[in-house]
């Protein structure tokens, strides 16, 4: 198949083609005739399939055939988890619309808001989003929805991990009731499927990737070492082995940061990026190891999935990730579009745990490795296959919340009570203690016929409106 078969445009058809992309993927059969058909589509897949090419090609051939929209108006809304990956949505539609009329941005936090209003005040047909920033646009009435026509969710399991559905359902809440919905994900878990019923009625539903699996073309590896030898490891494969272009990726912020430090004083040149980062330092770390002046790109989790880094040989786990889940997004990021990656991970004795629930996750043992000079002291035993399937976590009864809610509370008050009650007491003694005669060398004994009087009485009560200090 090939994509002419697919109700694309010749202008369409002509940009693909000079991109060098000749045949959709799996994912692009799928769900570009059911798009273009105007039906609601809920979809499943790995990263690296094509997802945002088989949304973003036939949402441009819709609007292709409808009017521009007025001031601040937008057709077309895809929210996104992470900046990296709005901006990667974003870079695919300008590609994928050059030489058309249509026009797109995208907005997110962590710059100015001013020049994001300016861009929206023509109004787009194309607006990638992070949903803070989405909704702290439209509370400056920078952005309207009534001519919108349809919502995209892109890893819109990430984005309920990440703690956006509140601001998901308030988003949803103020867009118009008839438009067409796209859900795109990992995974469809128990989370996502509840957050569907509230958007579709009746969609496509379309999977086309083993739940929890890695992809073929991604070659894995596990290294035992002990935790001193992590980073020479690495200086050895970037020297030694005269890797390039090598994504590395830590657990914490300040683990990436220290990394960084330690390659730069062996002369690899490295850049971190993660939260803490400023957009403007992520966006230049980013480009700088697309286009090599950054040999070594460290991150963390929260940007795994933003990262679309074409052809990208070798991915470096030198921390294995907190949720087995993240593991796969880590790895996808090699292996894309059918070229093959090398995916390495560092297991020391402490994670040994980790991996073997990451093996369980999914479904199949990472082969061993070992380096000539780096073998540990303390080895990682081998461990034969967890077949149990995994159990998806159990929902709280909202009535047990509400009340663990209440007695979390009762306690609270009781405990505010008897520190209240403490408190007021010792102001009482405190109040009652002479003061010293600082005209004396000693001590002088009060005189039992000496009483406060009224003023004093008052002062000695305590304040039974302040809430005591915790």
């Known amino acids: 198949m090939n994509f002419s078969q697919l109700g694309l445009s010749q202008v369409l058809l002509n940009t693909l083609e000079t991109k060098g992309y000749s045949s959709p993927t799996p994912i692009q059969q799928q769900a570009i005739p059911a798009i273009l058909n105007g039906q609601d589509v809920m979809a499943a897949a790995q990263t690296g399939t094509g997802k945002t090419a088989a949304f973003t090609l036939p949402l441009i051939e819709q609007l292709l055939n409808t009017q521009q929209p007025h001031a601040n108006q937008a057709r077309v809304l895809v929210l996104a988890p992470t900046r990296e990956l709005a901006i990667q949505i974003a870079e695919s539609v300008e590609t994928y619309s050059a030489g058309t009329r249509i026009r797109s941005t995208v907005v997110y936090g962590g710059v100015k808001i001013n020049p994001q209003m300016m861009r929206l005040r023509k109004g787009v047909d194309i607006l990638i989003a992070t949903p803070g920033r989405l909704l702290d646009l439209y509370q400056q009435n920078a952005i309207k929805f009534t001519e919108l026509s349809a919502l995209v969710l892109d890893e819109a399991d990430r984005m309920l991990d990440m703690g956006f559905i509140h601001d998901l359902k308030k988003i949803i809440r103020l867009l118009p009731n008839k438009r067409q919905n796209l859900?795109?994900?990992?995974?469809?878990?128990?989370?996502?499927?509840?957050?569907?019923?509230?958007?579709?009625?009746?969609?496509?539903?379309?999977?086309?990737?083993?739940?929890?699996?890695?992809?073929?073309?991604?070659?894995?590896?596990?290294?035992?070492?002990?935790?001193?030898?992590?980073?020479?490891?690495?200086?050895?494969?970037?020297?030694?082995?005269?890797?390039?272009q090598v994504l590395v990726f830590c657990r914490t912020k300040h683990g990436a940061n220290r990394l960084v430090a330690l390659l730069e004083k062996s002369h690899i040149s490295a850049a971190a990026i993660h939260g803490n980062k400023?957009?403007?330092?992520?966006?230049?770390?980013?480009?700088?190891?697309?286009?090599?002046?950054?040999?070594?790109?460290?991150?963390?989790?929260?940007?795994?999935?933003?990262?679309?880094?074409?052809?990208l040989p070798y991915v470096v786990n030198y921390d294995l990730p907190n949720t087995y889940e993240d593991y796969v997004h880590r790895i996808g990021r090699t292996g894309r579009a059918g070229s093959e990656g090398i995916?390495?991970?560092?297991?020391?004795?402490?994670?040994?745990?980790?991996?073997?629930?990451?093996?369980?996750?999914?479904?199949?043992?990472?082969p061993r490795a070992e380096e000539p000079g780096f073998v540990p002291q303390n080895p990682v035993p081998e461990k034969p296959l967890d077949t149990r399937p995994f159990k998806p976590k159990k929902k709280k009864n909202k009535t047990d919340s509400t009340d663990k809610a209440a007695t979390d509370q009762k306690q609270t008050n009781s405990?505010?009570?008897?520190?209240?009650?403490?408190?007021?007491?010792?102001?009482?003694?405190?109040?009652?203690?002479?003061?010293?005669?600082?005209?004396?060398?000693?001590?002088?004994?009060?005189?039992?016929?000496?009483?406060p009087n009224n003023k004093q009485r008052s002062a000695n009560k305590p304040n039974q409106a302040r809430k005591p200090q915790s």
């Open 183 to 244: 859900l795109f994900s990992a995974t469809f878990s128990g989370p996502i499927r509840e957050l569907a019923q509230d958007l579709f009625s009746s969609p496509v539903e379309i999977s086309v990737a083993t739940e929890n699996t890695a992809a073929k073309t991604v070659i894995q590896s596990a290294y035992a070492l002990d935790k001193a030898q992590k980073s020479k490891l690495l200086c050895h494969f970037l020297i030694e082995k005269k890797w390039q």
């Open 278 to 311: 400023s957009q403007g330092a992520r966006v230049k770390a980013l480009n700088g190891f697309k286009n090599g002046d950054v040999n070594v790109l460290v991150a963390t989790d929260i940007v795994a999935r933003g990262l679309d880094i074409s052809e």
């Open 343 to 366: 995916a390495v991970s560092f297991v020391t004795q402490a994670d040994a745990d980790d991996l073997y629930g990451i093996e369980r996750f999914i479904g199949t043992l990472i």
């Open 415 to 451: 405990t505010h009570s008897k520190e209240g009650k403490s408190r007021a007491g010792q102001r009482h003694t405190n109040a009652r203690k002479p003061k010293r005669n600082s005209s004396s060398q000693g001590t002088s004994k009060p005189s039992s016929k000496s009483k």
